[in-house]
C-alpha cells in the first residue's frame, strides 16, 4: 500500500484564508478540517510558520486558533540535522544567485520558506502556498521557484483540499 503524502501549510495559506474566502465565521469548517487531517498525519507546518503567525495582533481570529486549537506537533521543529542541513543548501543557493538583490536575500533569510523547503525535501511533503512563481524576479525570492530549485513538489490551498477531498457543504439557513 502506497504511503499517504503530507503537506506542509505557509504561513499565507492561513492569513489569506482568514482574510478572505475561509474566513473564521463563514467557514469555520475549512479550519476543522486543517486540524482533522493534522489528526490524520497528512497536514503539518513548521515551528518558523508558528513564530509568523503568532506575531500577529493578540487578539487575531488566527493567533487565537493557533494558540488554542491547533494541537501539539501541527508545528513540527526544524533543527533537525537533514533539515538543518538542507537548509544550509537552500541558503547557499539563495545567497550566491547574481539574481536577486541583497534586500530579496536578507527577507528570504528571516522568513520561513527556506525551512519549508527544507523540510518538505528531507520528509517528501508538499509545500502549500498561495505565492505564484515569479522566475525572473530580481526583488522577491518566490516559495513555488525555490520549491523548483530544489525538486520540491508544490500546491495552492484548492488542490490540497481536493486531495484531501475536503468538501464544504452547506447545511442550510439564511
Sequence with gaps: MMMARTYLVDSDVFITAKNLYYAFDLCPGFWKSVVHHHREARVF????????????????????????EVPDGFFVPVDTGAVVGAYTDIMLWVQRHPRFFDQAKAKFATGADGWLVAYARVHDAIVVTNEQSAPGSRREIKLPDVCDQFEVEHGNTFAMLRALNVRFDWTGGG
Excluded: F, M, N, P
Design 45 to 68: 507546518s513548521v515551528d518558523r510558520v508558528r513564530s509568523e503567525l503568532l506575531a500577529g495582533h493578540k487578539t487575531e481570529d488566527l493567533v487565537r486558533w493557533v494558540r488554542d
